[in-house]
Each structure stands twice: as C-alpha cells, then as structure tokens.
C-alpha cells in the first residue's frame, strides 16, 4: 500500500475520537518522497528570554516511497499523532521516546490491539546517504541564518542563540541535501546570514526536526 494525503487525514479524525478522545486539533499533512523515515510530527519550539518554550506551527509528513501493508502504515501514523499530542499538551519527555511516549504507545497497544513499536527502519535502497545537523535562528529583527556543528556541541549554541535572538526563534534539524554539508563547522556562536527563500529552496522531505522526531537505534 502507498499512502495517501486523504488515507492519513481519514485515519487521524478516526484515531483522534478513537484514542486521544478528540482533543488533538486538525493539522497540516504532507506527502513526499522521503527515503529515510515512514513518517515524522514537525513542530518550532518558540523560544522567549525568561519564558517557558512554547511549542508551535504543528504538522504531519509521511513519504509514498514505501509499499507496506495497511497495519504497519497505520501503526505509523498512531505513532505521530502520541508524539503530536505530548508536544502539543506540553508533556514532552527529555528523549524523543521517553517515559510518556512509552506509556502512551502501551496503553494503545493495549486497549486496541496495536503494535506501535518506538522506531522502525525504513528498508534501505543502496549505501547510506549523510546527514548534516544544523540550526534555523530567526531573530526579532527578521534576519534568517544557519549553522551546523558536529555531535555534542549544539546544545551551548542553542542556549547561546536562544538569549541573543530574543524574541524569535531556534529549531535544529537534520538533512541528507549537500548543501548544508558545505558549512563549516566551528566553535564560534555564529550564523551564515540566508533570505528565507533560499533556505527555503535548500530543506527538502528528508529533513527534519530533531528536538522530536528522532529515532532511537
């Protein structure tokens, strides 16, 4: 089976009274071409000087590129909408699969009969394609950059943009494009300054973001 943008919207007004007892607002779905995950809940954590994150701009993104059977594309799609409803309640564990999530899927599981499993590996096509992390800073003044680093050392840069942007934000992500391979990776608290639409042009179906969605090994 090939999944479909009105087959994810069906089931997740189903799922939504069915599950999560209808609280989970209507949000945005996509359908890409994405290899290297079945699907995956975007959201932007808001980030303001003394305030608490807020997390926001929610959607749903699945890829036509597997032919699975109907019950493992439904358990998919179960399994973005707990990591939608922790996000969106404010319950998010400090891992992507954390405690909740954990006690969320097995009382699912549970009660309905599911096999929602923690990850799933997408059958591979050829050698591994690599992945850049990098971070979007947008700040109060409208300015757009970005800047990748290695393992372990986002999380000062993150801390650092968040008190420099103020009133704007900071999201991580990951993708396979070349183009973000080309960045340097520094220790210096900088940015490389982009307009919107060129970023825009550059983050394409395979990227996502980490703060959520990443899948444990």
Same mark, same amino acid.
Request: hydrophobic share 30%; with cysteine.
């Given at each position: 089976?090939?999944?479909?943008?009105?087959?994810?919207?069906?089931?997740?007004?189903?799922?939504?009274?069915?599950?999560?007892?209808?609280?989970?607002?209507?949000?945005?779905?996509?359908?890409?071409?994405?290899?290297?995950?079945?699907g995956?809940?975007?959201?932007?954590?808001?980030?303001?000087? +003394?305030? @608490?994150?807020?997390?926001?701009? !929610?959607?749903? +993104? !699945?890829?036509?590129?597997?032919?699975?059977?109907?019950?493992?594309?439904?358990?998919?799609?179960?399994?973005?909408?707990?990591?939608?409803?922790?996000?969106?309640?404010?319950?998010?564990?400090?891992?992507?699969?954390?405690?909740? !999530?954990? +006690?969320?899927? @097995?009382?699912?599981?549970? +009660? !309905?009969?599911?096999?929602?499993?923690?990850?799933?590996?997408?059958p591979?096509?050829?050698?591994?394609?690599?992945?850049?992390?990098?971070?979007?800073?947008?700040?109060r003044?409208?300015?757009?950059?970005?800047?990748?680093?290695?393992?372990?050392?986002?999380?000062?840069?993150?801390?650092?943009?968040? $008190?420099?942007?103020?009133?704007?934000?900071?999201?991580?992500?990951?993708?396979?494009?070349?183009?973000?391979?080309?960045?340097?990776?520094?220790?210096?608290?900088?940015?490389?300054l982009?307009?919107?639409?060129?970023?825009?042009?550059?983050?394409?179906?395979?990227q996502?973001?980490?703060?959520?969605? $990443?899948?444990?090994?």
């Amino acid at each position: 089976m090939i999944i479909t943008h009105q087959y994810v919207r069906d089931k997740f007004y189903e799922y939504n009274e069915l599950m999560f007892e209808g609280k989970l607002p209507p949000i945005p779905i996509k359908i890409g071409t994405s290899r290297g995950r079945l699907g995956t809940c975007f959201y932007t954590v808001l980030r303001r000087p +003394r305030q @608490k994150p807020v997390n926001a701009f !929610f959607h749903l +993104r !699945f890829s036509s590129a597997f032919d699975l059977p109907e019950e493992e594309w439904e358990d998919t799609i179960i399994h973005e909408l707990i990591h939608y409803y922790l996000a969106f309640f404010e319950m998010n564990d400090k891992t992507p699969h954390g405690e909740n !999530f954990k +006690r969320m899927m @097995k009382d699912i599981n549970t +009660r !309905f009969g599911r096999h929602v499993s923690i990850s799933y590996r997408p059958p591979k096509n050829g050698e591994d394609v690599p992945k850049y992390r990098f971070a979007v800073v947008r700040d109060r003044r409208g300015q757009t950059g970005i800047k990748r680093f290695g393992e372990g050392s986002y999380d000062e840069f993150v801390q650092c943009m968040e $008190e420099r942007c103020g009133e704007g934000s900071v999201t991580v992500y990951e993708s396979t494009n070349p183009f973000f391979g080309k960045l340097c990776i520094n220790d210096r608290m900088s940015c490389v300054l982009i307009s919107e639409d060129a970023l825009m042009n550059h983050i394409n179906d395979e990227q996502y973001e980490t703060s959520m969605c $990443e899948e444990e090994d």
